[in-house]
C-alpha cells in the first residue's frame, strides 16, 4: 500500500528530528541527572526543615498550655466554685427556705380551713345521698349486676394496687426526694411527709368506689361505728344494786330512820350460771419460732392497747415478716433497725427506742391511724402507705401466714391486758 503524501511529510519530519542514542544518554547524564538529584536533595532538606519547625512549635504550644492555660482554666474552675458556693448556692437556698415558710404560713392554712370549712361538711351533707342513691340504684338493677360490679371493682382495685400505685410512687418518689433535700428540716415537721401524696392517691381511688362497694356488701345495712375496741366493762351502781340512791347534786344525803333496814330488801340474788370455759384460740401457724410467736404477741398486746382491731394486727404482722422476718434485728438498710426497720434518720426514733417491740409497734399503730379508712384497705395497701416500700406488692404473700398468727395470738394478748 503506497502512503499518502500527509504520511510521508510527518515520516521525513521524524527523521530530521531524531537524535543519535549517544547524543541522548549525554544529555541524560550531564544535564537531567544533576538536576533531579539537586532538586531532591532540596526537596529532602526542606521536609528536615519544616518537621523542625513543626516540632519547635508543638514544644512551644504545650509548654504554653502547661505553664499558662492549665492554670488560667484551674483558677476559672475554682473562681466559678467560689461563686457557686458563695453567691448562687446559698441565694438559691434562702430562695427555697423563703418559698417553703410562705407555703407553710398561707398557702397550707389556707387550705386547711376550705378542708375544714367546706369540703368536710359537704362531705358530710352528700354521703347520706349518694349513700341512698346508691341503695336505690342496686335495688333497680337486674340480678346478676352486683356481682359483675363487684368483680369489676375487684379488678379495678387489683390494678391500682399492683400497676398504677406502684409506678406512681416511683413517679413521685424523686420528687419527695428533691423537696425534701430543698425544704428546711424545721419546715418539714411541720408539713405532711412527702409519702402523705401517695397515700392520697390510693385513698382517694378507694374512697370514690367505696359508696357502692360498701353498698353491695353490706345489702344497704347499717355500717358499724368504727373499728372495734377491746376495753373492760363496770357494772353502773345505783338503786338496782339494793343500795341507797344517791342525792341530787346540792343536797345532803336523806337520814336513814333507826331501825330501817340497811341492806338490800329483795331476796337475795340466784347464783350465776357456771361460766363455761372459753374457745381455745387457733393453733399457731407451722413453721413459727418461739421468738416470732413472742414479738407478734407483743405487737397484739400494743394493738390492744391501743383499742385497734385484728386487722391491724394482720397488717403489723405481714409487715413485720416482709421487713425482718418478725425478728428483732439489730441492723438493715442504710440505719433501718427492729421489727419495722424502721430508720431513726426519718424520725421513727432513737436506735434505742427502736430495738423495743412495744415502741416500735406503737410507732407503726400511730401512723397507721393516720391513714384515712385504714380499716376498709387491704392489708398490703395499709402496709405500703405506711412503709413506702420500694417493692409494694411484697407484703401480699405474708396476708395468709399474718391472719392466722393474728388469730392464734390475739386471745392471749387481750387476756394479759386486761
Not at 521524524?14 to 547524564?29: E, F, G, H, Q, V
Not at 418559698?99 to 375544714?116: D, K, S, Y
Not at 385497734?308 to 433501718?336: F, I, K, M, P
Not at 407484703?395 to 392464734?408: E, N, P, R, S, V
Request: glycine residues 8%.
Amino acid at each position: 500500500m503506497t502512503p499518502t503524501r500527509d504520511e510521508v511529510s510527518i515520516i521525513s519530519a521524524r527523521k530530521r528530528l531524531a537524535l543519535p542514542r549517544a547524543s541522548t544518554d549525554r544529555i541524560r547524564r550531564s544535564v537531567l541527572a544533576p538536576v533531579l538529584k539537586s532538586a531532591g536533595g532540596f526537596l529532602v532538606a526542606f521536609a528536615a526543615l519544616a518537621g523542625a519547625i513543626l516540632r519547635t512549635l508543638g514544644n512551644a504550644f504545650a509548654t504554653l498550655c502547661t505553664t499558662k492555660l492549665v492554670p488560667c482554666a484551674v483558677t476559672v474552675r475554682r473562681r466559678l466554685d467560689r461563686i457557686w458556693r458563695n453567691a448562687i448556692g446559698p441565694a438559691l437556698a434562702a430562695t427555697g427556705t423563703a418559698l417553703a415558710a410562705v407555703l407553710a404560713r398561707r398557702v397550707l392554712p389556707v387550705l386547711r380551713g376550705v378542708h375544714r370549712l367546706v369540703l368536710r361538711p359537704a362531705g358530710r351533707r352528700l354521703a347520706p345521698v349518694f349513700r341512698a342513691a346508691g341503695r336505690r340504684l342496686l335495688a333497680a338493677l337486674p340480678d346478676g349486676t352486683v356481682p359483675a360490679l363487684r368483680a369489676a371493682l375487684d379488678r379495678a382495685r387489683t390494678l391500682f394496687d399492683h400497676t398504677i400505685a406502684p409506678r406512681a410512687a416511683r413517679v413521685l418518689r424523686p420528687v419527695g426526694d428533691a423537696l425534701g433535700r430543698v425544704v428546711p428540716a424545721g419546715v418539714r415537721r411541720r408539713m405532711p411527709r412527702g409519702r402523705a401524696l401517695t397515700a392520697g392517691l390510693v385513698v382517694a381511688a378507694l374512697v370514690a368506689a367505696a359508696p357502692i362497694s360498701i353498698a353491695a356488701a353490706s345489702g344497704g345495712s347499717a355500717g358499724s361505728g368504727g373499728p372495734a375496741r377491746v376495753s373492760g366493762s363496770t357494772s353502773p351502781v345505783g338503786p338496782a344494786s339494793g343500795g341507797p340512791a344517791p342525792a341530787p347534786p346540792g343536797q345532803p344525803p336523806a337520814a336513814v330512820p333507826p331501825g330501817a333496814p340497811t341492806g338490800p330488801t329483795q331476796a337475795p340474788a340466784a347464783p350465776p350460771p357456771p361460766v363455761s370455759a372459753p374457745a381455745p384460740a387457733p393453733p399457731v401457724p407451722a413453721g413459727v419460732s418461739s421468738e416470732q410467736v413472742q414479738n407478734a404477741t407483743a405487737i397484739a398486746e400494743v394493738a390492744v392497747q391501743h383499742g385497734l382491731d385484728e386487722h391491724a394486727v394482720t397488717v403489723a404482722l405481714a409487715t413485720s415478716l416482709q421487713e425482718s422476718g418478725l425478728v428483732n434485728l439489730n441492723y438493715g438498710d442504710r440505719d433501718s433497725l427492729g421489727l419495722f426497720q424502721q430508720r431513726p434518720s426519718a424520725g421513727w426514733g432513737t436506735p434505742q427506742q427502736i430495738m423495743d417491740p412495744h415502741y416500735a409497734a406503737g410507732r407503726f399503730f400511730q401512723a397507721l391511724a393516720r391513714v384515712p379508712g385504714w380499716e376498709n384497705l387491704p392489708v398490703t395497701v395499709a402496709a405500703q402507705i405506711v412503709q413506702q416500700s420500694a417493692f409494694p406488692d411484697a407484703y401480699a404473700k405474708w396476708q395468709a401466714l399474718a391472719d392466722g398468727l393474728a388469730q392464734a395470738v390475739v386471745p392471749s394478748a387481750v387476756a394479759a391486758v386486761k
